[in-house]
Each structure stands twice: as structure tokens, then as C-alpha cells.
């Protein structure tokens, strides 16, 4: 498996660019905690997860995917770019609370990098040029 580094991420220039580069591809209702989905819960309540995660977004300016013109309006997810499971946080795996490992991403484009569907994904406005007389096309 290779793990994902926000400082690689970073010299993307491009938001379509670190898409590709975080998308899973997964399957929705996959499995991922199971029962032991409370342990997952658990975590995301901490004290220690809610520090990292004002951290990352005062880090990322509350932009989806660290972008700067991509700014979050509303609920900010904290995308931890290397999928974690129950070892993990039994563990306390650097994955869980190393921001080099998490970015900053809108509801849409958390579900598009896991599902691997880009129709998800919120796209900017398109730009027109002189001429340009078939807006419909694009």
C-alpha cells in the first residue's frame, strides 16, 4: 500500500490533480469497522482528534484540499488520506493524529475520493472566452 503524504499532495497544483491522487475507489456499504464501529466513534469525539483537527484546518484555511480558491462553506470533514481501521486506532497508528497524513475536504469530495465517483464532485464555473457563442456545449 502507499501512503499518502500531504507534502506530496501539495505540490499538485491542481484540485482534479489531488483528487486522483487521494481517490480509493472503494464501494459503497463496505465494511469498514463493523461492529467494532464504536471504537471509530470513540476516537472522532476525543479531545486529542479535535485538537489535530483545528490544527489541519487552520493549516489547509478551511480549503477543500488545502486549494485556495476552494474555500469550505459549512461543515469542514478532515479526510484522513491514508484509510485507518480498528488496529490503527487500538494502536494509536501515527496515521490517526500526524497532519502529515490528513487535508481538509467538502462532504462531496470526501464521498467522490472513497467512492471514486467525480460526478460528486463540485465543479468551478466555466470560463467563457470572446466568441464563445455555444455556452451549452461545455
Not at 507534502?7 to 459503497?28: A, C, N
Amino acid at each position: 500500500m502507499t501512503i499518502r503524504t500531504y507534502s506530496e499532495l501539495i505540490t499538485l497544483p491542481t484540485f482534479e490533480e489531488r483528487f486522483r491522487y487521494l481517490k480509493l475507489s472503494g464501494v459503497v456499504g463496505q465494511e469498514t469497522f463493523g461492529f467494532d464501529r464504536y471504537l471509530n466513534q470513540l476516537f472522532y469525539q476525543s479531545k486529542e482528534w479535535r485538537e489535530i483537527r483545528d490544527k489541519v484546518i487552520i493549516r489547509d484555511n478551511g480549503c477543500d484540499l488545502g486549494i485556495s480558491d476552494r474555500e469550505i462553506f459549512g461543515k469542514i470533514l478532515i479526510h484522513h488520506m491514508n484509510p485507518i481501521n480498528k488496529t490503527d486506532i487500538l494502536t494509536r497508528s501515527d496515521l490517526l493524529l500526524n497532519p502529515e497524513y490528513l487535508i481538509c475536504t467538502y462532504k462531496n469530495t470526501h464521498d467522490a475520493i472513497h467512492y471514486g465517483d467525480e460526478n460528486l464532485l463540485i465543479k468551478g464555473p466555466i470560463v467563457r472566452t470572446l466568441h464563445d457563442t455555444c455556452p451549452w456545449k461545455h
